[in-house]
């Protein structure tokens, strides 16, 4: 993936192909560029690799689990202010209270018992990261995420918790067409008075994008492959 010997210049260079992609689809799509936000995932990704897209400007990241995030980001987050950091893969109730103290956003809550074990973390902490729903959009057995059915009761749930519920979030089935399961979970979004959408990764970000993606999750191709 390296295109010269500086780490630093294929960090920009890198950082600034997703930026162009992500400008022309959102032109196509008559939407404002700034409206949607890109998280670098940098999970299985050491600091030697994160700190040239630092350097770079990129300030939100991406993680999948908490342990390694804690081994990695707070030495990072008080070299290089401004950090915001992202849970984007499933998260144990076991380690809410972990999460929400290291985390700002959390992208996949999916179920009772997490909600209610986020309510105690943020009522004992004191720290409210903003979370995301995740659906389980393509109803796949293996995959984590609520079901469709039973959205809207996790969302009175999380109500009556008092979570800072700001969106949905989606990983689509793999080697199928992404655009209906984003245009579905834009509409379910959009059902709920939910104003964002995490979704879109580094093969279909552009369609998600078009389909009103306000957050997309971008890790092979920042980092390469993992
Ligand atoms: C790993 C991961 C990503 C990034 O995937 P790429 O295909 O490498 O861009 C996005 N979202 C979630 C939930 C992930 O686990």
């Keep these: ?25 959102a032109r196509l799509a008559s939407r404002k560029p700034e409206e949607t936000r890109l998280i670098a995932v940098s999970k299985t990704f050491g600091p030697e690799d994160i700190k040239p897209l630092l350097q770079a400007g990129q300030r939100l990241f991406g993680e999948n689990r908490v342990q390694e995030a804690q081994g990695k980001w707070p030495a990072l987050k008080e070299k290089y202010p401004g950090v915001e950091l992202h849970l984007v893969g499933q998260l144990q109730s076991n380690k809410a209270e972990d999460a929400v103290r290291l985390f700002d956003v959390i992208h996949s809550v999916d179920r009772s018992s997490l909600a209610k074990a986020l309510a105690k973390a943020m009522e004992k902490t004191g720290q409210r990261p903003d979370c995301f729903i995740q659906v389980n959009i393509g109803e796949e057995e293996q995959k984590g995420g609520v079901s469709i059915d039973a959205l809207p009761a996790l969302l009175t749930e999380t109500e009556t918790l008092g979570l800072p519920i700001i969106g949905l979030m989606c990983v689509p089935p793999v080697e199928k067409d992404p655009a209906p399961y984003f245009a579905l979970l834009s509409k379910l ?35 390469g492959s993992r």
């Excluded at 010997?5 to 992500?22: G, V």
């Excluded at 093969?203 to 957050?215: M, P």
């Design 189 to 223: 979004a959009k059902r709920h008075n939910l104003p964002r959408l995490s979704m879109g990764m580094s093969s279909d970000f552009e369609t998600a994008i078009k389909l009103g993606a306000t957050e997309i999750r971008v890790g092979t191709a920042l980092f």
């Design 1 to 25: 993936m390296n295109t010269t010997d500086s780490p630093l210049l294929d960090a920009a260079q890198r950082l600034h192909d997703i930026h162009n992609r992500m400008s022309k689809a």
